[in-house]
């Protein structure tokens, strides 16, 4: 884990890490879990924004595919596209933000996707946490069908469960990565005990 990004470890150890060894946690994949990463903890706390901005920007930057505008499925990918808009205009990239509805609004344009992803925009898709992949590979069937060309994808934290490999098949040549894995913070958790 690069230095710059402990600060940003630490929120999400301490505001979004949770453990229940008994009965577990039910995950949006359907499986069961004894952790689990309630990221919105972290992602919508005023001081964890502007890490989380900077840390995608360097990602894009490492990726060498900066996007003009930044999204994923509607409320986990929301707080982080919006980190990344604000933290862009220090950054020398702007980068807007847009949102992906979990299903097609029934009102006013009927739109899928909200904000700033015209046809043809390059795009980034992100999420707060992936298991399976399910939710982001949804925000890049949807972004594909709406004629956006998805030039990366990055996730806040991997639980490394298989979910950044089921994004790297429906994305072949694009690349996937994540700010955090569950073993780095893992080893930064038992640093702290």
């Not at 949006?28 to 920007?57: H, N, V, W």
């Not at 595919?65 to 702007?94: C, F, M, N, W």
């Amino acid at each position: 884990m690069e230095a710059r990004n402990y600060p940003l470890a630490k929120i999400i150890l301490e505001r979004s890490y949770l453990e229940d060894k008994e009965d577990g946690f039910l995950l949006a994949s359907g499986k069961r879990s004894q952790f689990y990463f309630d990221c919105q903890k972290t992602t919508c706390r005023a001081e964890a924004m502007p890490l989380i901005g900077r840390a995608f920007i360097t990602a894009f930057l490492a990726g060498g595919k900066v996007p003009e505008a930044v999204g994923g499925l509607t409320r986990g990918a929301d707080p982080i596209a919006q980190s990344i808009a604000y933290a862009s205009l220090e950054s020398g990239h702007l980068i807007n933000m847009f949102s992906v509805r979990k299903e097609r609004k029934d009102h006013g344009t009927s739109q899928w996707i909200e904000g700033y992803a015209a046809r043809g925009t390059r795009v980034a898709i992100v999420d707060d946490v992936v298991t399976s992949g399910g939710s982001v590979i949804q925000a890049i069937d949807q972004c594909l069908k709406e004629g956006l060309e998805i030039v990366q994808a990055v996730v806040l934290v991997d639980r490394e469960e298989g979910g950044l490999d089921n994004i790297r098949r429906r994305l072949p040549g694009v690349p996937v990565s994540t700010v955090f894995s569950k073993s780095e913070l893992d080893i930064l958790r038992g640093d702290e005990s």
